[in-house]
């Protein structure tokens, strides 16, 4: 979700009198290509003192592809320095980064000040220029009547010509922004969900090919930012529950790849708090911890990175197709079964499976051990997907070719039936034919013997051209071999648009389930429900931070807040709780 800080003061945006000096000159990307940037949270890297710092950030997404960094601002007192460290290594780096603009934090009234903000970094060596013009997004801003984006005050508080790519909703409040205000539009929403900021049910289910639809229609022939993400976990005091995960990595770019978006923006670099950083390790990272190392320290997730790059190849080639020349398996699964973590918001839509995508020059046979659980897969040249019943105990993965080995690998995490304190964060990783490995975690789970359950495994396959298939009626093909690509629809309205969320399933065992249980619903406006009494204001618990509520940014009923700044409102627009 979105990125800021552990605690947020709320005042005068801080004067950049520590940033590192600049070139006057303005280097501009190549405006004919597809752009893919990242999500990268500058509210927790207060700790980092020199561009140095972001060097390796920038180096790597670089080498991934990723052109630029979003960089989510809110009003700390170190906002601007860390800016002017992030905009300087962009420079060294070839790289580029833009701001995006919290509107959590930034009130309808300031609307001049984030137009002054662009004015003061747009001329910059590391600005991110599309179309000549300065590029500049936001996180929320049509959500809150007292915190609205307002594109004609910041264009002309900027006074230079802006590419605005704001956060803004094809329902949201339009009272400050209109769409012929605006160059184009980021979706955040990159998880399926119930449509009320929590997990999908068996009568709710908005897909994230149903966002796209939704906004593409609204767009019209604007630029549409997509999301990309990897997973959702978030387990603060306030703040407690997870989105379906499972295959939404692969699934979600082979969708990229089939609706060919202007832009895409991953979810995200370095948000530690939501599970879906893709960047560096959450304990080798330059950051200050907000809790969240509790959940992600010692779960990498830079497989997930290795995986993206020849997706991110694709997408800028045009192709509906990945193009793979090393051989590699990206594997992920969580530390433990649901049952054994007991009831959590969400849980139940999760799949007790392990994970891999095969990466592969040609064709090999991928065979996955999850516990006492075996299976083998023919798997083509290309991407392809690959899930096994979970087993406690080691988790291994291997390559083989003609009749020989090719490579194996074992993840460095043990499943175990031990799931105290709750933590359903993947752990990632890749075996290849180098022999490298994921690190070790800072705290292995306890080995526990191997599950004797009876195995079952599902495939789905990234490439092919038959024909599309409603995501309520996936057949299995009488063929292996033959299976059907992911089609997006791109007008149709949300009640009915064809929610191609998978590639048929072709399954190892002759009754293979779906990778995703739910029906495609319309969207809800349902608030999240909460324990509280009816009719009950009382309040039941304290939010302390931001990060707590995200990504809403509003309280749900019971919760009081004891940050810092103004009081959030209520998700329901009801008086706060007292």
């Not at 005091?237 to 991953?266: C, T, Y």
Request: proline share 6%.
């Amino acid at each position: 979700m979105r990125a800021t800080t552990t605690s947020v003061a709320l005042g005068l945006l801080a004067a950049a009198a520590n940033a590192a000096p600049f070139k006057t000159s303005t280097v501009k990307r190549q405006d004919a290509g597809k752009i893919v940037a990242a999500h990268f949270m500058i509210g927790i890297m207060q700790v980092r003192e020199s561009a140095a710092d972001y060097d390796e950030d920038m180096k790597k997404a670089k080498a991934a592809g990723i052109d630029a960094f979003a960089l989510n601002i809110a009003k700390d007192d170190y906002t601007d320095a860390q800016l002017g460290y992030a905009y300087e290594s962009a420079a060294n780096n070839d790289m580029k980064v833009f701001i995006s603009f919290d509107y959590n934090y930034f009130e309808t009234g300031e609307n001049d000040a984030v137009g002054a903000k662009l004015k003061e970094y747009c001329s910059k060596p590391g600005q991110l220029q599309v179309d000549g013009k300065c590029f500049a997004s936001s996180f929320n801003g049509d959500t809150d009547a007292t915190k609205l984006f307002n594109a004609k005050t910041i264009r002309a508080a900027a006074g230079t010509d802006l590419y605005l790519v704001p956060n803004l909703s094809p329902t949201g409040i339009r009272d400050a922004t209109a769409v012929d205000d605006i160059d184009g539009s980021f979706n955040w929403i990159g998880w399926d969900s119930n449509g009320a900021n929590r997990a999908p049910t068996a009568d709710a289910n908005v897909t994230t090919s149903d966002f796209d639809s939704k906004y593409t229609e609204w767009l019209g022939g604007k630029t549409y930012m997509a999301p990309v993400s990897p997973w959702f976990f978030t387990n603060f005091a306030s703040k407690a529950w997870v989105f379906p995960g499972d295959l939404l990595w692969f699934r979600r770019w082979n969708e990229i790849l089939a609706l060919a978006p202007q832009m895409i923006e991953i979810i995200t670099w370095n948000d530690y708090g939501e599970s879906h950083y893709i960047g560096s390790d959450a304990e080798t990272s330059k950051h200050n911890d907000d809790g969240s190392s509790a959940w992600a320290n010692g779960f990498p997730h830079d497989g997930w990175l290795e995986m993206a790059q020849p997706y991110i190849a694709a997408y800028k080639a045009g192709s509906k197709e990945v193009s793979v020349t090393e051989d590699k398996l990206v594997y992920w699964y969580r530390p433990s079964p649901k049952a054994a973590c007991g009831a959590f918001d969400g849980i139940d839509t999760l799949q007790d499976s392990v994970f891999v995508v095969a990466l592969l020059a040609s064709a090999g046979k991928v065979t996955v051990t999850s516990g006492g659980n075996t299976q083998t897969f023919d798997a083509p040249a290309g991407a392809s997907a690959y899930q096994v019943d979970m087993g406690t105990g080691k988790q291994t993965f291997a390559l083989a070719r003609d009749g020989a080995d090719v490579f194996s690998g074992t993840g460095t995490l043990e499943i175990s039936d031990n799931c105290s304190p709750v933590n359903l964060n993947a752990f990632v990783g890749v075996a290849k034919g180098d022999g490298s490995s994921v690190p070790a975690p800072a705290a292995s789970a306890e080995p526990v013997s191997s599950s004797a359950d009876a195995p079952q495994a599902t495939q789905v396959n990234a490439s092919s051209s038959a024909a599309p298939v409603n995501a309520t009626e996936i057949p299995v093909p009488s063929n292996a071999n033959s299976v059907t690509p992911i089609v997006l629809p791109t007008s149709a309205p949300m009640q009915n648009a064809t929610s191609a969320v998978e590639s048929p399933v072709v399954s190892a065992s002759p009754s293979p389930a779906p990778v995703t249980s739910y029906e495609a619903a319309p969207i809800v406006t349902a608030t999240p429900t909460s324990a509280q009494a009816p009719g009950s204001n009382a309040c039941t618990a304290t939010v302390t931070a931001s990060e707590q509520i995200r990504p809403t940014n509003c309280l749900s009923a019971g919760q009081a807040w004891g940050g810092d700044g103004d009081t959030p409102s209520r998700c329901d627009g009801a008086p706060a709780c007292s």
